[in-house]
Nanobody, 126 residues
Framework: QVQLEESGGGLVQAGESLRLSCAAS????????MGWFRQGQGKEREFVAS????????YYADSVKGRFTISRDNAKNEVYLQMNTLKPDDTALYYC???????????????????WGKGTLVTVSS
């Protein structure tokens, strides 16, 4: 069982930045691939970014590429999502996740996730 707790959400204006954090309880955190997903009101949950456990390689949705950066600190059991140049379309509940299967396009799938956090709300005003 892995517990995930997100923090860092809030209300910002378009063009501003936020940094989300996710603290994980896993003892072997460093081997887990981690990801961020989001769900806007009335929308399906969608993939945002992921980071591998071994080589820390990253993978992004096209909609956030160049604006968002995912990173991890294995010593602290934490993963982060730096979000720059935020847009109103980025407004959503952001979820941290661990994967039971990972690689290529599998990272985009909610069905590849075995544990979810409860989410942190990001609201971007225009």
């Amino acid at each position: 069982q892995v517990q995930l707790e997100e923090s860092g959400g809030g209300l910002v204006q378009a063009g501003e930045s936020l940094r989300l954090s996710c603290a994980a309880s896993a003892r072997t955190f460093n081997i887990y691939a981690m990801g961020w997903f989001r769900q806007g009101q009335g929308k399906e949950r969608e993939f945002v970014a992921s980071i591998n456990g071994g080589d820390a390689s990253t993978y992004y949705a096209d909609s956030v590429k160049g604006r968002f950066t995912i990173s991890r600190d294995n010593a602290k059991n934490e993963v982060y999502l730096q979000m720059n140049t935020l847009k109103p379309d980025d407004t959503a509940l952001y979820y941290c996740a661990t994967y039971w299967r990972y690689g290529g396009s599998l990272a985009r799938l909610s069905s590849s996730v075995n544990y979810w956090g409860k989410g942190t709300l990001v609201t971007v005003s225009s």
